[in-house]
């Protein structure tokens, strides 16, 4: 017969690894000794930014700085059910994949593991660190971001002897600061949305800010006052923001969660207008310019390859 263990036994026994694995989710790698996975408890995560450390049975979600243990995990997983039915899930799906108390000892009690709680430990001007310049330039922002971005350090706090990591950020409406690098992205402090103000009658609204700044691109002359929501789980406080404007761009991205989104602004300000149709064909308006980024270094490099070729066609044709 299965063992059915309580929410404290789970805590202390269970693999949040080997759950993901249960729900069809697989690491997209590797950060020390944690696993990386693109966040299922978001709808826009394009990097791995949701980390677990299945020793100790903790987990974090970088982009909105909540984690907890397993059953932590269960009740973000499953909104719609009780405390009760999500212990009761997590035995269903690990059943016969939980090892027997003797074997997890050595473990210390999950229910007392602390989400690491992260503080900025210096910013600079971007130009500074070589690989968050070089992360920019692959989006294709890098110099369109001068004025909006810089170069944010920052480590765990309580903890000794701290890794710094370090990441492209922007600061949101408190003051807190939106990073991301080439791995995941997250929030140092209270998340919020993005204002940058512009003319008072035009808003254009965005995902995230590597969309802003290729709107930016293409649109230099513009004078839109921007909203950047830094996460589609904000669409409220956008919308009470864009009430402000009779003008309203939305440049949300062309996936399920962003067409979602985009519908349910429009529900609320119907005189507003989707304006995704810039980037048809890609996931968002970056990804098209990264798309455009990396045609072109493919047609420089074959042209490289061409004249060089050309050219060892030559010297050997002298040397005859």
Same mark, same amino acid.
């Given at each position: 017969?299965?063992?059915?263990?309580?929410?404290a036994?789970?805590k @202390?026994?269970?693999?949040?690894? @080997?759950? +993901?694995? $249960? +729900?069809?989710?697989?690491?997209?790698?590797?950060?020390?000794?944690?696993?990386?996975?693109?966040? #299922?408890? $978001?709808? @826009?995560?394009? &990097?791995?930014?949701?980390?677990?450390?299945?020793?100790?049975?903790?987990w974090?979600d970088?982009?909105t700085?909540?984690?907890?243990?397993?059953?932590?995990?269960? +009740?973000?997983?499953?909104?719609a059910?009780?405390?009760?039915?999500?212990?009761a899930?997590?035995?269903? *799906?690990?059943?016969?994949a939980?090892?027997?108390?003797?074997?997890?000892?050595? $473990?210390?009690?999950?229910?007392?593991?602390?989400?690491?709680?992260?503080?900025?430990a210096?910013?600079k001007?971007?130009?500074?660190?070589?690989a968050?310049?070089?992360?920019?330039? &692959? /989006?294709?922002?890098?110099?369109?971001?001068?004025?909006? #971005?810089?170069e944010?350090?920052?480590?765990?706090?309580?903890?000794?002897?701290?890794? &710094?990591?370090?990441a492209?950020?922007?600061?949101?409406?408190?003051?807190?600061?939106?990073? /991301?690098?080439?791995?995941?992205?997250?929030?140092?402090g209270?998340?919020?949305?993005?204002?940058?103000?512009?003319?008072?009658?035009?808003?254009a609204?965005?995902?995230?800010?590597?969309?802003?700044? &290729?709107?930016?691109?293409?649109?230099?002359e513009d004078?839109?006052?921007?909203?950047?929501?830094?996460?589609?789980?904000?669409?409220?406080?956008?919308?009470a923001?864009?009430?402000?404007?009779?003008?309203?761009?939305?440049?949300? @991205?062309?996936?399920?969660?962003? *067409?979602?989104?985009?519908?349910?602004?429009?529900?609320?300000?119907?005189?507003?207008?989707?304006r995704?149709?810039a980037?048809?064909?890609?996931?968002?308006?970056n990804? #098209?310019?990264?798309?455009?980024?990396?045609?072109?270094?493919?047609?420089?490099?074959?042209?490289?390859?061409?004249?060089?070729?050309?050219?060892?066609t030559?010297?050997?044709?002298?040397?005859?």
């Amino acid at each position: 017969m299965t063992e059915f263990l309580n929410a404290a036994e789970l805590k @202390d026994r269970a693999s949040l690894v @080997d759950l +993901l694995a $249960r +729900l069809g989710f697989k690491p997209a790698g590797k950060s020390g000794k944690e696993h990386m996975y693109r966040s #299922m408890l $978001r709808d @826009d995560d394009d &990097t791995p930014s949701l980390s677990v450390d299945d020793k100790i049975g903790a987990w974090y979600d970088h982009g909105t700085g909540v984690g907890g243990n397993i059953i932590d995990f269960g +009740l973000k997983y499953w909104p719609a059910l009780s405390f009760k039915n999500v212990v009761a899930k997590i035995n269903e *799906l690990l059943s016969g994949a939980i090892a027997p108390a003797e074997q997890h000892k050595e $473990r210390r009690r999950r229910a007392d593991v602390k989400v690491p709680h992260f503080v900025v430990a210096e910013v600079k001007p971007l130009g500074t660190h070589p690989a968050i310049t070089n992360y920019l330039k &692959t /989006r294709g922002v890098f110099d369109a971001g001068k004025d909006l #971005m810089s170069e944010v350090y920052y480590r765990a706090q309580g903890v000794v002897n701290p890794k &710094t990591y370090f990441a492209a950020g922007w600061q949101n409406e408190n003051g807190s600061w939106e990073v /991301r690098n080439r791995y995941f992205k997250r929030c140092i402090g209270l998340k919020g949305i993005t204002f940058i103000a512009g003319n008072p009658k035009k808003l254009a609204v965005f995902e995230g800010a590597m969309d802003y700044l &290729t709107w930016r691109i293409d649109n230099s002359e513009d004078d839109h006052s921007a909203l950047i929501l830094n996460s589609l789980s904000l669409i409220g406080a956008g919308i009470a923001k864009a009430k402000q404007f009779p003008h309203i761009d939305i440049f949300f @991205d062309r996936d399920g969660a962003g *067409l979602k989104a985009t519908k349910e602004m429009l529900s609320e300000l119907p005189y507003a207008e989707d304006r995704s149709e810039a980037y048809r064909g890609f996931k968002d308006y970056n990804a #098209m310019l990264v798309a455009f980024i990396r045609q072109a270094n493919a047609i420089e490099a074959a042209e490289r390859s061409k004249s060089a070729g050309t050219e060892n066609t030559r010297t050997q044709a002298v040397s005859r």
